[in-house]
């Protein structure tokens, strides 16, 4: 019997062929991985694995937390870099635990330049290009550049982030690659053999002029935002019960759908708190032989399809699995229909759901 609410089956060695596609696309040196919010909901231990035993090396988390859980997994070849960089009185644990920063403001560079001379340290230092989310500003950098305890602070890498890397016409694109490149040539100067970080998945998929020297793709890997990548995620929902429905009945909270005709209709396991966006409700559909409409609002436990178009002998048995994700259903179109974005699904996706993992 089962005991999960639904079934989340992700394959691995789809996760594999994305990184090999970007990595091969990439003209720079080394591909890495963003693995952020358990890999983007999908399990930090399966997936860090299988990218490192791919040959991935570099591995980019959010939070000094999710470092600490990437390191005690990896072997010690992999380089872990946090995007949040150091808070407060936090420096000393990444060099103890070898974690890499992202150093996003002045006030923290100048904390990581505080620490002991002869400590061993790797750092990453963020800039703004354009975005103005995290970065120090060009005349931040030129300070810091200036520092005379910079060369003992480990600085591995400069990084910038794109804001519209998924719209290659949009002209920001080239105004951040500009402003990068300044930054990086200043940078370089002072440290010949700093590495340059531009492009997360969509900014791959750019000209190799924005590529640099270490990619840092996210979502990509996890099937989503170009058609040669492969699909990753599946979610079945296991149906709890079969019924009829009259004409003129209604589903649901609030009673928004109202049978034309007598329907059939399966209510299954897995809801708003496992990730089923309450935004789906009444729009999207499952599969299971046949298209299945959702009807009325997605709950917090379960949601409702319409299986009138089923035969008989095609009704689903209690506990078989309807498809809400996977091979007919894609997470773009899926999220698109939500009014989101695959990021927001993926990580969505709940404890409740059983990860199951393929090969
Ligand atoms: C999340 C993130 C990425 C990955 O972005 P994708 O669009 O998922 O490839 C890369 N760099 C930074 C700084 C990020 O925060």
Redesign the pocket.
Known sequence: MYQYAGVLQINLSAIRSNWRLLRDRFQGQFCGA?I?ANAYGLGFAPVAQALYSEGCRHF?VATFDEGVQVKRLLPSPARIYV?QGCKRGTEKYFVERGLIPVLSSLPMVERWLSLAADDVKRCVIKVNSGMNRLGLAPAELQRVLCDERLPSAGLQMLMS?MACADEPQNPLNQEQLRRFTQMADSCAQVVPAVQLSLA???TVFLPAAFHFDVA?????LYGSGNGLLSPVVSLYLPVLQVRDLSAGETVGYGATFRAPQDMRIAIVSGGYADGILRSLSNITHGWYHAKLPLLGRVSMDSCVFDVSALSQSQLPQEGELIELLGEHRSIDEVAAEAGTVS?ELLTHLGHRLERRYCE
């Open positions: 963003v952020k980019f995007l982030h997360n998945s969509a840092r793709p996210g979502i990509a990021y």
